[in-house]
C-alpha cells in the first residue's frame, strides 16, 4: 500500500493504470498470485478512502481527501 500511496503521489495527475503495479509483482510471482496482493491492496486502500480503483479505466487514483500530504 506504501508503495502504492508513493506512486500515486508522484504521478502528475495522482492516477496510474493497474499495469504499473501489476507488472513488477508478476517478475516475482505467478499471475494469480500477483492479481491476488493487487486485489488486496486495493481492498484496503479502499476500506481506508486512500485510493480508489475504477475499472471501467483501469486506473488508481488517490481518494480527494487524502491527496493532501500527510
Do not use: H, K, N
Amino acid at each position: 500500500m506504501r508503495t502504492i500511496i508513493r506512486a500515486l503521489r508522484s504521478s502528475s495527475d495522482g492516477r496510474l493504470r493497474s499495469g504499473f503495479f501489476l507488472d513488477p509483482l508478476r517478475r516475482g510471482l505467478p499471475d494469480a498470485e500477483a492479481e491476488r496482493q493487487f486485489s488486496t491492496a486495493i481492498d484496503w486502500g479502499r476500506y481506508g478512502e486512500i485510493y480508489d480503483y475504477d475499472t471501467d479505466s483501469d486506473q488508481v487514483s488517490l481518494d480527494d481527501e487524502f491527496t493532501v500530504a500527510r
